[in-house]
């Protein structure tokens, strides 16, 4: 258990669903980020939160759109998605201005797009 | 950004230690050296970090080149559950409006393999 919660674990949608991806964590961080992870290709940085304002966007395209409403949460919304959007979708937290900052993950969500 | 090489896999035998290197030649002086590793169907998880001295802790030892250019992650003594990708990473230091943050950038780490 990380404190860094994710749901639902598996998603299957097609492509003119919409869905939401959900991130909960319980270790009073003041940043969280959404990283993507296609088969066989490294993690891929998409956005950034600190302090509940975007401050990275990672030329991620407009059918992902996050939104973080508290520090304790992070969403990630999806519409129109592609067959190549299909991956896990990682969320993870820090606490910032810190010599010691570790990046806590979620076990991610498995997202299949038909 | 500052780029790390690893080999692409390793394989070691369980309760012996393992010795995972990593390339870092164009590091920065205030780069830190983050290891972590993802196992099956988990989240990556963090293992170490260090920035010039070498460091200690319950799941590994991180052992940094004099020049810094490279370094090892040493398991002391692999298990089965050892058997995961270990990245290992340059932090990236960025500055929010709110504060600070680090985005970590990750590169295709070793999959390290443990035999019975």
């Known amino acids: 258990e990380t404190g860094v919660t994710q749901t639902p674990r598996h998603l299957v949608m097609g492509m003119t669903n919409k869905k939401s991806l959900k991130c909960e964590q319980h270790?009073?961080?003041?940043?969280m980020y959404w990283y993507k992870q296609s088969a066989k290709k490294p993690l891929e940085l998409m956005f950034v939160?600190?302090?509940?304002?975007?401050?990275e966007n990672n030329s991620v395209p407009s059918r992902f759109s996050p939104e973080c409403p508290n520090s304790s949460h992070l969403f990630l919304h999806l519409h129109t998605l592609q067959p190549e959007d299909s991956a896990l979708y990682l969320c993870?937290?820090?606490?910032?201005?810190?010599?010691?900052?570790?990046?806590?993950f979620g076990s991610g969500t498995q997202l299949s797009v038909l | 950004d500052a780029k790390t090489t690893q080999p692409n896999s390793m394989e070691s035998n369980e309760e012996e230690p393992v010795h995972l290197p990593c390339n870092h030649s164009t590091i920065s002086g205030t780069d830190y050296i983050h290891w972590y590793r993802q196992l099956p169907s988990q989240g990556p998880e963090y293992v170490i970090h260090g920035l010039t001295s070498n460091v200690n802790n319950r799941m590994a030892s991180l052992a940094i080149a004099e020049d810094r250019k490279s370094s090892t992650l040493i398991l002391h003594r692999a298990t089965l559950r050892d058997a995961a990708v270990y990245y290992c990473i340059l932090r990236d230091r960025t500055l929010g409006s709110g504060g600070s943050n680090y985005k970590l950038t990750f590169g295709k780490g070793t999959l390290l393999t443990v035999n019975p």
């Open positions: 270790l009073g961080h003041n940043a």
């Open positions: 993870a937290s820090s606490q910032g201005d810190s010599r010691n900052e570790k990046l806590f």
């Open positions: 939160y600190s302090l509940e304002e975007r401050v």
